[in-house]
């Protein structure tokens, strides 16, 4: 059979130019989205073993045993690294955020007859525990975070469980936390949570793969996994430190018991019975496979070597900050995650396009709850031998960026975002606001009219100003106008 096609040569040539538009995965220069061990073999040996199973479907484990087979094996490598009970077991997602969405849901489903479910979590908790209180219908009581520390207030939390005492379906907290890289105090919430009789979910989603070898290395302060008694599920992404092509994370549940309201079946329609541990159905195996062969390559003793450099390298950057006149760090970081702030000389929005130019990505973080502004690094290990360079590209952007001083808001128009109901705009509205915020140009509306201008800074002022709820609108109205067609 001869299918009418196009020249493949052509159509590689076209990926090619389009991921020159991307930010580098390689390199250890971009200090967020992606991690880098820097070791290329395993890189093709992950990329090789994501191809050959690209059409296999985990829908079925009984029809695709060799997954079945490759899940088991990566949650026995996890067990012990968390010192999990004998008998906990464990699931294989496509990231962080559906790990996060099903220890949530299950924690609720073990209760069905708790009628307004609630969790308690601390205000650092990742935004993925937002999404799940948004889409399971859970109320997230949120309970703020140490001023001093940024870490969990673990008495805070003991407040909230015995106030919504009765409701309460899960406890939340994170080793470390996304933004500032802070571990909470698992064990004291750990105790509160057992007490009150509610399940404790480790956020471990990008630490994971780190603390287990720096603890083995005496540079973890408190215990942080299943060796806490109170402590239930922990979620851990193997996309993020175990260096694996995206779409794996894992989700163990310290019984058989706790997890059972994770699975889903049914057998009410006239199709195949539907049965799934996870939120997607049909999945490819491609990146469960990259993963077991990346995790088989580096094994035990590679994964050592790795957290060591990202946390060797981490604690260079942070004396090279400490030395850099107007910065300091948001948080005394525990792990492989840097939070930088700045004085009032300059913004750190100015900084991140001053760096980006130089070519380095860090990500800004915007204000929140008194907690300044920041720049978000993660280290992974292929940062570590080039944290020299960086630092001076840090120093260079600072020295710019204090020339060219803080970006101020107009106080007239920080005013006037404060007043603004975003429910109560509408699409012309949006279109105005994004051409003033210089997010689109020319004909409203339109996806040819949303623009990237080539300074950030400007914009993430003007957004860093606005309240959380006008953010969320604006920037939501940017991704629908972004993902129209033309
Ligand atoms: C990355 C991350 C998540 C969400 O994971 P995704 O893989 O982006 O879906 C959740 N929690 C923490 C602490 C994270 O770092």
């Not at 109560?424 to 409203?444: E, N, P, Q």
Request: hydrophobic fraction near 45%; include cysteine; charged fraction near 15%.
């Amino acid at each position: 059979m001869t299918v009418p096609h196009e020249d493949p040569d052509a159509i590689r040539a076209r990926l090619a130019a389009l991921r020159d538009g991307d930010l580098p995965t390689h390199g250890g220069r971009t200090l967020a989205y992606v991690y880098d061990s820097g070791i290329a073999e395993a890189d093709a040996l992950g990329r090789e073993a994501l191809a050959s199973y690209g059409a296999t479907n985990g829908l079925d484990p009984t029809a695709f045993p060799s997954l079945l087979a490759m899940e088991r094996d990566l949650v026995a490598f996890a067990k012990p690294l968390f010192h999990a009970p004998g008998g906990a077991v464990g699931t294989v997602t496509s990231g962080g955020t559906e790990s996060v969405l099903l220890a949530v849901q299950t924690a609720r489903d073990a209760h069905p007859e708790i009628e307004r479910p609630a969790m308690v979590v601390p205000s650092s908790i990742h935004a993925a525990f937002h999404k799940a209180a948004h889409y399971f219908g859970v109320e997230r009581i949120t309970v703020p975070v140490d001023a001093g520390t940024l870490r969990a207030d673990a008495a805070a939390i003991g407040d909230a469980l015995a106030a919504h005492a009765g409701r309460v379906v899960l406890v939340a907290a994170s080793a470390p936390s996304y933004a500032h890289g802070v571990v909470d105090p698992i064990p004291e919430i750990a105790e509160l949570a057992s007490q009150h009789g509610v399940r404790f979910h480790v956020d471990a989603c990008i630490g994971g793969w780190v603390l287990p070898w720096l603890e083995r290395d005496g540079l973890v302060q408190h215990p942080w996994d299943f060796s806490v008694e109170g402590v239930t599920s922990i979620s851990a992404d193997l996309h993020k430190y175990a260096y694996t092509p995206k779409g794996v994370s894992l989700l163990l549940h310290g019984s058989p018991d706790l997890r059972r309201p994770q699975f889903f079946a049914s057998a009410d329609w006239p199709g195949y019975t539907m049965l799934n541990a996870t939120l997607q159905s049909t999945k490819s195996g491609g990146p469960l496979a990259a993963a077991w062969a990346v995790v088989s390559y580096f094994g035990d003793a590679g994964y050592h070597a790795l957290a060591r450099t990202a946390y060797d390298g981490s604690r260079a950057l942070v004396e090279g900050i400490d030395r850099i006149e107007h910065l300091a760090l948001a948080s005394q970081p525990d792990t492989t995650l840097v939070a930088i702030a700045t004085d009032d000389t300059c913004d750190v929005f100015t900084i991140s396009d001053a760096m980006l130019a130089r070519g380095w990505f860090v990500q800004p973080q915007m204000a929140y709850a008194g907690i300044p502004a920041t720049l978000h690094l993660t280290v992974s290990a292929a940062t570590a031998p080039i944290v020299g360079d960086f630092l001076r590209a840090l120093q260079e952007s600072v020295d710019e960026a204090v020339a060219a001083g803080p970006i101020e808001v107009d106080p007239q128009l920080r005013a006037a975002a404060a007043a603004i109901d975003p429910a109560t705009l509408d699409d012309a509205a949006f279109d105005g606001l994004l051409s003033l915020a210089g997010l689109a140009g020319g004909d409203a509306g339109a996806a040819s009219s949303v623009t990237l201008p080539e300074q950030m800074a400007p914009v993430n002022a003007l957004l860093d100003a606005a309240p959380s709820g006008l953010r969320e609108a604006m920037l939501v109205a940017f991704l629908d106008r972004l993902t129209r067609s033309q």
